[in-house]
């Protein structure tokens, strides 16, 4: 089988999953790093509790998710206006320690929830940066034939930690550490994990490209411009579904601790069950996978996905009906996105593949941070009965999304016979 023009291969002539100059020990800094930075982040999925102690509920965590808004999606900007501006290891250095300051003054806070929303900013801001620029980080490392697979070694590193978080913080927060010295931890976890970026940085080679003055205005699309081509374009359609994907990940994650608790059920279920699947699904079935159509593949994980979410408005208080929907929700949300966040790249153009995932990374960050605003309203309004409704019409708009262009493919292919 012949290779394709430029495509990086073994000695054995078949394609090489990473580039030239990158080995073992680079890969393992940066899942290590991701590993780090996702633990911090699940420690903190118990400030919703920690909001509720302090005399809050739902719908303030709701305004102290949503605090970051403006400056992450800023930050985002200017990202994706200027992706190769600084090395994508250096930024994320940055955005881990800062991170690892607003987990540490966390802890300060005691006289009621309202400061909570200044330190927000920082974690909501700092979150966004990262998880727009870890598969950027991953991308510098991989080939084209590697991307879905280290994705998925990525992303299903990234829910370890978050699941494991929330389960090692509850067990902390009932020893007299507390929350404010569970926080702290975290803190100390996110210096571990910046440590291990720099390691990262150190063993792989900096692949920014060096263009003279006339190629780098070519490429500089103002970032209106590359959005409106963007939207008209096949990308349009999936950074859709990715913003949907934002929706149910931090309803899911952030208000799982109260929505537990409403139901008599214990929310380490919900984090052990999900990431298992997660990691399960990543590790070994995206690999797997690699050889099917990846519109299908995303297109079977998100009606698996949807299915799941429905399942969540009849569990009641049955500890194994709770953990067969949250598995099953792993299973398909923990496929679905990674391939999808693949497929963006893979059908984006040249002029602007470069921008493709810090682009994504905005339209996922901005969901995530927006959308804790109406979680909260609706929770506190309404009820959980609400909010599980609203999230599987979202899941079957994406999967209208992905079905139709499944098949579209069968008709193309089927012109072309």
Partial sequence: MGTKPGEVVDSHGRPDALRPGVGAAAVVAVLLSALG??????MLLLLPLY????????????LVLSAAVIPAVLSLIVLSSHPEALRPQWVLVLAITVFGAGAAATSTVTGGWEPLAVVGLLLGTAWAVVYSVMPMVMNEMVTDSGRVTYFGYLTGTQQLGIGAGPVLAGWMSHTSLGFRGTFIVAGLVCAAAAVSTVVAAALTPDRRRATSPDQGGERQLSLLRTSATLVRSPVGPWLLVIALFACLFTTMTQFQTTFANTQGLDYSLFYVAYTIAVIAVRFLVAPWVRRFDQVRVIAI???????????????????LAYATACAAMGLGYGLALPATQAHVVAVSTDSVAPRMLPIAGLVFQTAILAFPLAVGWIIVQFGYWLLFTVLIAFAIVQALISWRQVISQGRHLAQGA
């Fill in 51 to 62: 909001v509720q102690d302090l005399g809050g509920s739902e719908a303030s965590f709701g």
């Fill in 37 to 42: 930075i996702s633990t911090s982040f699940g």
């Fill in 301 to 319: 994980s998100i009606t698996v996905m949807l299915i799941a979410v429905a399942s969540f408005l009849v569990v009641g208080s049955n500890p």
